[in-house]
Nanobody, 113 residues
Framework: QLQASGGGLVQAGGSLRLSCAVSGNINGIKARRWYRQAPGKEREWVAAFTGSSTVNYADSVKGRFTFSRDIAKKMLYLQMNSLEPEDTAVYYC?????????WGQGTQVTVSS
């Protein structure tokens, strides 16, 4: 029900915008999040929408990434600026509801130095 896209190869300092399309209806949503998983590392939380307008960011991306959403279009976005090689990872969108977790398939972001 979640489809992530927008990844690619970019040079350090560049920008990418990830999108996540939500299909179907998900009831009881508690939070919307972006995660990422770098090679050889555990999946980590990047940004989260909790409540109607509260957005939180991991310290590593604060000030560089912006999480937004278009409720009418059922889309989530992650604008990533000033990208660093350390941002290289597969990025996943996630919706947590009272009925379970929903995950997108992941989109690869590669930042070259």
């Amino acid at each position: 029900q979640l489809q992530a896209s927008g990844g690619g190869l970019v040079q350090a300092g560049g920008s990418l915008r990830l999108s996540c399309a939500v299909s179907g209806n998900i009831n009881g949503i508690k939070a919307r999040r972006w995660y990422r998983q770098a090679p050889g590392k555990e999946r980590e939380w990047v940004a989260a929408f909790t409540g109607s307008s509260t957005v939180n960011y991991a310290d590593s991306v604060k000030g560089r990434f912006t999480f937004s959403r278009d409720i009418a279009k059922k889309m989530l976005y992650l604008q990533m600026n000033s990208l660093e090689p350390e941002d290289t990872a597969v990025y996943y969108c996630n919706i947590n509801s009272g009925y379970g977790d929903y995950w997108g398939q992941g989109t690869q972001v590669t930042v070259s130095s």
